[in-house]
């Protein structure tokens, strides 16, 4: 039977139907953690559940934490529902502009807002909270009042003007603040090639069986195949496979869709099939610790943060050789640990094998190279350590960069850098 008009019209503005609304959107599609946080919070709010709208409920509820647990210690709810509230700010001034109701989650508060837009015709500040509108400004006339869109429409104007087209403006504001440019304009250059190195999972297994690591000698002369890691086929095989992680192969889709990459330049080889020859004056993207690229253990020794895997007890070590203040000096992980995140390392360094430069990408877990993907991805991550690693002539320097995250339903949340040091 079709709804009664004044039926679908309720439905679409009730706050549920907004809320799975925005956890299917664009811009919270990257989320997992956000969309969890705010399903509950709508849920809750919805059904006058205000008791499970605590911080210690939240915590538990949401995010697993042990009934009790010290939330001085533990900010992670008040950490993500800043990380919500701006989130939320940037959906209504993009996808979410048009929405009849908006959800807000006050500040110092759990209990979801739920506000029709008609009725407030405000803007959203950096933090999520609705500002007031400018007043109407009395011309000297004192018959006529002007709104503050008048001013700001007069003022796209003149930069229109001034730029000469909207789309120009566009560009030339995109590019103004998007410093990763610096970084593929380093790595894909058009006097050499560029290597893109996805790692090699199946020598990864290999090693997880055997319980050693391989040296890129025995990787290159495949000398390490012949001894045998199980009875059956299976260990015998993953020497001679081809195999990498989806993670790997998604980085590398992004990489070669980038506008720095030349199609005549660029180049993807598989960890076993690159040479000492390939390295020649080239630029680099390896993916992978040491034990899952061999070929990145050349180029650990001028890092100042060093990933290593340990296969005996399975566990990653960082060690960061020039702490700085609030940094450690050893980041461990393991899967023993019940740690649900991951480390991820992302270092820019010179090609010791020739004049070109090389970024290494490494993770701890499939999802750390996720994490490091969505880093090379997100400006306000990036561009700050960017901003710093910049020299005057627009050339950059070579740096570290040491993340941790968490990795829920195959998407990263919670990504944050602790620590990044440039040389």
Known sequence: MMQEPETAVAEAKSPLAEMHKIISSESFAKAPRLCSFLTYIVERSVEGDVDSLTEQQIGIHVFNRAPGYNSNDDNIVRGTARSLRQRLATYYLSEGLRDRVRIEIPKGAYVALFKDAATIGEP???????????PPIDLSSGTSTVRWEFWVAIAAVGL?????SWPMLQARIAHAHDKSTLLWNTIFTNDKSTFIVPGDAGLNMYEVLDKRTVDLDSYTQQAYRPNPVA???IGASLGTRFYTTVPDMLLVAK?????????????IRFARDLTARDLKGANLILMGTSSYNPWSGLFQSALSLQMSWDPTQDMFT?????????EKSIYTWTLKNGTQGGLSLISLTDNSQGSGRVLLVQGTT??????ASDFLSDHQLLDPILARAQRPDGTVKNFDVLLQSDFLRSGVSNLHVLSAHVH
């Open 124 to 134: 959203i500040d950096a933090e999520g909270s609705f500002v007031a509108a400018h």
């Open 160 to 164: 229109i003007a001034l730029f000469g």
């Open 231 to 233: 009875t059956d086929d």
């Open 255 to 267: 990489l070669i869709r980038l506008p720095q990459a030349n199609s005549d330049r660029a180049q």
């Open 318 to 326: 960082v060690i960061n050789k020039t702490p700085q203040p609030g």
């Open 366 to 371: 499939m999802g750390g190279v996720y994490a």
